[in-house]
């Protein structure tokens, strides 16, 4: 008895791996505590009361925090390209609901999505943050 036992735990200890679902490669962005309220009221956030728009906050996260309206809802992600060590070329640029990093491979992400466009071996996406629409204030935050 003691012996089945014994196979028992077994079986359940090598079905109980430590196997990490988290990819090695995604781990350049810190958690950076981020926690700002933006004023769709104002002229430099606007352009987010109509789909398919989006603005860069600075001053947040990694390389600051990238806004987008798609007409329902609002998506906030770090500014930062996950696939890339922090640099001065590897803050993204946002274009609508794409953003592109500003290195020489020039990786595209989908700003709806988080997910990289284009290039099929990036292996990141990007770092989501909540938002909480309450009137014309968005708050975006981790």
């Not at 008895?1 to 791996?17: A, Q």
């Not at 981020?34 to 009221?41: A, D, W």
């Amino acid at each position: 008895m003691r012996f089945i036992y014994c196979i028992i735990c077994l079986c359940l200890l090598s079905t109980c791996s430590g196997n990490s679902e988290e990819d090695e490669n995604c781990k350049f962005l810190l958690n950076v505590a981020v926690n700002e309220t933006i004023n769709l009221s104002l002229p430099q956030y606007s352009q987010l009361q109509f789909p398919a728009n989006s603005v860069y906050i600075p001053n947040a996260g990694n390389a600051g925090v990238i806004v987008v309206s798609t007409g329902f809802d609002f998506f906030a992600w770090d500014a930062s390209d996950p696939n890339h060590v922090p640099s001065t070329c590897s803050a993204l640029v946002p274009s609508g609901v794409e953003a592109t990093c500003g290195c020489p491979d020039q990786n595209k992400y989908s700003l709806i999505t988080g997910a990289p466009l284009e290039n099929s071996s990036l292996r990141c996406s990007l770092k989501f943050y909540r938002v909480e629409k309450n009137g014309n204030n968005l708050t975006i935050f981790n």
